[in-house]
Each structure stands twice: as structure tokens, then as C-alpha cells.
């Protein structure tokens, strides 16, 4: 198993819309809609943002959303905050029990 | 409200095996949903250690499942994290959480215990 590849970094104005990809195989995210994403402030505990590919959690704000085509999801962040600046990860089931992490983003706001 | 809180010690000889114990308070564990380790190294990205289903079946990282163990105990209400034969490497914050038995997503996690493994 390899980590889920996403990009080291990616940044936005506030406003502003961003979007981090999440690529995996056929083996994971694209056999399953059970990816989920996590957004990490330094220091704390990551939070759970999405899960099964497009659902937020009761109190996640409707700017974050997500999709998925063939082996890559996306977690897109509408209307940029300066507090949405963080480490975002997503997660995949990849069959017989198993998880994968991506290896994290880190969102920049300018 | 659910917490989940982990003990354990702090300082781990290499070659030694570490212990961790997460403690469920606001929902009783053998009532349903999964539980799972995962780590992160100083600087570095999340890593899934693994993870036990309220049947007591458990499923674990392949990289480290030869030096893993995941135990429940549902009079305590905690469940449990063993890794053997520990390196440097396995020098990492390590959080304990549950797991959304349908879609697998990770809703609560404690506040995570940082493992230095040295002589």
C-alpha cells in the first residue's frame, strides 16, 4: 500500500475558491465512496470535514465540500477564511479493513 | 459528549514494546461503531496503526502488522494499543479515535500522546 498523493501545498486569497486532490488507485478511492477528509490545526488533533466522499459532519460549514472522479477526490473550500489556513488530509478505505492517508496539504491563506 | 483520552508512557527504550490504553467517556464502546490508532511523526503526516470493530475483529496497517496489537476491554471501557520491537521511526504523536462503522470516517479523536522511543 502507498500513501494517497496530494500536493504539498496549495494557497488562495480570502474569498476566494481552492481545491486539494486526492489521488489514489483503483484499489482505493476509486472502489469505494468511503473517503474522507481532515483538516488539522498545528499542534491539535485533525477534525473530520468529510466523510464518504461528499457528507459534512453536523457543524461543518457548507463551504467545505467534496467529490470524486475515477481514482481522485477533491476537497473544495469555497469563500476562503483566513481560519481555514491548515494541514488537510484525506483518507480512504482500501478494502479488507484497511486505510490510507494522503500525505497532507498544507492550505495557505494570503 | 464522547472523549476519548490516552495514557501511557512518554519514554520508550528502542527495541522495547509500547503501551497506550485510550479511555472512552459519553458512550459505551461494546454498544457499537469501530476504534482505532493512528500516529504522527514530529513534523510529518497521519499514519492509520489500525483498528478493532465492536465484534473484537481487528485489521492492521500491513507495515506494521507483525508488531501490532489492538485489545478491547468493554468493562473498562478502553481499548488498547501494543507495538512491539520499537525503533526511532516509531517516535510519533499518537491519537486514538473512533471510527464511523459506515463510511469509516474517524468523528472523534482524543488529544493524542507524543511516544519518544530512546535509550
Known amino acids: 500500500q502507498s500513501a494517497l498523493t496530494q500536493p504539498a501545498s496549495v494557497s488562495g486569497s480570502p474569498g476566494q475558491s481552492i481545491t486539494i486532490s486526492c489521488t489514489g488507485t483503483?484499489?482505493?478511492?476509486?472502489?469505494?465512496?468511503?473517503v474522507s477528509w481532515y483538516q488539522q490545526d498545528p499542534g491539535k488533533a485533525p477534525k473530520l470535514m468529510i466523510y464518504?466522499?461528499?457528507k459534512r459532519p453536523s457543524g461543518v460549514s457548507n463551504r467545505f465540500s467534496g467529490s470524486k472522479s475515477g481514482n481522485t477526490a477533491s476537497l473544495t473550500i469555497s469563500g476562503l477564511q483566513a481560519e481555514d489556513e491548515a494541514d488537510y488530509y484525506c483518507?480512504?478505505?482500501?478494502?479488507?479493513?484497511?486505510?490510507?492517508f494522503g500525505g497532507g496539504t498544507k492550505l495557505t491563506v494570503l | 459528549q464522547v472523549q476519548l483520552q490516552e495514557s501511557g508512557p512518554g519514554l520508550v527504550k528502542p527495541s522495547e514494546t509500547l503501551s497506550l490504553t485510550c479511555a472512552v467517556s459519553?458512550?459505551?464502546?461494546?454498544?457499537?461503531?469501530?476504534w482505532g490508532w493512528i500516529r504522527q511523526p514530529p513534523g510529518k503526516g497521519l499514519e492509520w496503526i489500525g483498528t478493532?470493530?465492536?465484534?473484537?475483529?481487528?485489521y492492521y496497517n500491513p507495515s506494521l502488522k507483525s508488531r501490532v496489537t489492538i485489545s478491547v476491554d468493554t468493562s473498562k471501557n478502553q481499548f488498547s494499543l501494543k507495538l512491539s520491537s520499537v525503533t526511532a521511526a516509531d517516535t510519533a504523536v499518537y491519537y486514538c479515535?473512533?471510527?464511523?462503522?459506515?463510511?469509516?470516517?474517524?468523528?472523534?479523536w482524543g488529544q493524542g500522546t507524543l511516544v519518544t522511543v530512546s535509550s
Open positions: 479515535t473512533r471510527i464511523k462503522s459506515d463510511s469509516y470516517g474517524f468523528d472523534y
Open positions: 459519553g458512550y459505551s464502546i461494546s454498544s457499537g461503531y469501530y
Open positions: 478493532i470493530y465492536h465484534s473484537g475483529s481487528t
Open positions: 483503483s484499489s482505493d478511492v476509486g472502489s469505494y465512496n468511503l
Open positions: 464518504e466522499g461528499t
Open positions: 483518507c480512504s478505505y482500501a478494502g479488507v479493513g484497511t486505510l490510507l
